[in-house]
């Protein structure tokens, strides 16, 4: 599916399905038409990885490797950062309900984004056994890759 497909076919569910999720299931190779579905308003992306496009298997060839994946991730950042978000400004008016929520509460109001990706094989004689690890908060990890991949 072309780029321009990708995100006319995003716009025209986001249209019909308001208040849904649309998300982009990518089986093509490179990450051009995934970025594009961010771009057109992709919530979820779906991408299989892999450890080499030459291992048996369907999926494979069009799979992401450690280092596409790093870039993937990248490049959505990029697109994200460049579409910008709205932003709601506080004005002067508001502040005084601000410090009565804060006191209301008696607590300090802390904010954090925490992205993990798992992912751990294990070669068993001809089989590969791939298993989830339970998520460790703040700690992100790539099983069998170097640590800053």
């Not at 460049?82 to 008696?106: I, P, R, S, T």
Request: hydrophobic share 35%; aromatic share 8%.
């Amino acid at each position: 599916m072309s780029e321009r497909r990708i995100t006319i076919t995003i716009t025209a569910y986001k249209n019909l399905y308001p208040g849904a999720v649309i998300g982009y299931s990518g089986h093509e190779e490179g990450v051009v038409e995934s970025v594009a579905a961010v771009a057109a308003g992709a919530k979820i992306i779906e991408r299989h990885i892999t450890l080499h496009h030459s291992l048996k298997g369907s999926d494979h060839a069009s799979s992401l490797n450690p280092v596409e994946l790093r870039y993937f991730v990248k490049s959505i950042k990029i697109v994200e950062q460049a579409m910008g978000k709205f932003q709601k400004e506080n004005q002067v008016c508001e502040l005084d309900c601000y410090a009565k929520y804060v006191k209301a509460n008696n607590s300090e109001l802390k904010f954090s984004v925490h992205i993990q990706i798992e992912i751990c094989m294990k070669q068993n004689g001809r089989y590969n056994i791939w298993r989830r690890t339970k998520p460790q908060p703040h700690k992100p990890e790539v099983c069998g890759l170097p640590k800053d991949h």
